[in-house]
């Protein structure tokens, strides 16, 4: 199977509109497989401190706008979210958001969902919160819609949270029978979801090997319950600079996230400071270093 490579990218902080292009043009012309955002309104303000922003201004550029810009001025790589809320979202409005960026795209997109997991960001722009149960089941009836939207000609869904009557959705996402589903996170709960509904997963960045190893095992045994045979895939993410380590360590790295069952690699530069031409220097060398030695 052909290892996967990605990058996690920021659009808060010191990465305005035009560094965040930057950076993605050149992961998609070294060959990177999967870009990513996060899906936020803002972050908390320690984030801001270690990416070099100001925490009394959290400025986050809105996600799926920037992915549709993105999806016009991109090649091969594939983009979407890592992963968007979608208690934040009206199901019905994120489905034709994603289908019209796949469309724009020519194919591209993949949809990550969560249940979110920052109060303060929803407590301040008027999305009811309510427990983590109720989030989840917030997500998993909003995906039904999506997912129902994209692949028949008509929808009515009648359930706790949300209702659509007979709704048409055209046009249809490009990619058949749709674009992927990724979940994030690595509770059961989200382990269970991914093995009934999803491509893959996006554990947190720097989760350790021996969690890794629990999460694979877990996803195992859900796709066993939900006798599905196509395995969902793993993604584990490493922070830059700190995370990716040494050159030295970069090749010894990778081979210990595929023995453990890793498909897909992102690196993660949302977490820590790093000067653009530093994050240019560095995936150039490491798509020439370490792309190679697992295609």
Do not use: C
């Not at 925490?55 to 999806?71: C, F, I, N, Q």
């Not at 009811?128 to 999506?146: A, C, D, F, P, V």
């Not at 380590?245 to 069952?261: D, F, Q, T």
Request: no cysteine; aromatic share 12%; proline share 6%.
């Amino acid at each position: 199977m052909k290892r996967l490579f990605g990058v996690h990218a920021p659009i808060h902080g010191s990465y305005d509109y035009k560094s965040f292009l930057e950076l993605s043009f050149m992961a998609d012309e070294l060959g990177f497989d999967y870009l990513t955002v996060g899906d936020h309104f803002f972050l908390p303000p320690e984030t801001y401190a270690k990416i070099g922003g100001d925490p009394s201004r959290p400025d986050k550029l809105d996600a799926w706008s920037t992915l549709s810009a993105l999806a016009a001025k991109t090649k091969t790589i594939r983009i979407g979210t890592r992963v968007s809320p979608v208690p934040f979202y009206l199901p019905s409005r994120l489905a034709k958001i994603v289908a019209t960026v796949d469309i724009i795209s020519g194919g591209r997109v993949i949809l990550g969902v969560g249940a979110g997991w920052y109060k303060d960001e929803a407590v301040a722009y008027g999305v009811e919160w309510g427990s983590h149960r109720e989030r989840m089941e917030k997500m998993l009836e909003g995906l039904e819609i999506i997912l129902s939207l994209w692949t028949n000609e008509k929808t009515t869904f009648k359930g706790k949270y949300y209702q659509v009557l007979e709704a048409p959705f055209w046009p249809k996402p490009l990619q058949k029978p749709h674009p992927q589903i990724w979940f994030g996170g690595s509770s059961d709960a989200i382990i269970d979801a991914a093995a009934k509904y999803g491509d893959g997963i996006f554990p947190l960045t720097n989760t350790p090997i021996e969690k890794l190893v629990d999460i694979s095992q877990r996803l195992r045994k859900a796709e066993r319950r939900h006798r599905r045979e196509k395995k969902v895939m793993l993604a584990p993410a490493i922070s830059y600079p700190s995370g990716v380590g040494e050159k030295s360590e970069w090749a010894s790295k990778i081979e210990n996230y595929i023995k453990i069952g890793a498909n897909l690699i992102l690196i993660d530069f949302t977490m820590e400071y790093a000067p653009l031409n530093e994050t240019r220097s560095f995936l150039k060398e490491f798509a020439e270093e370490v792309l190679p030695s697992f295609r």
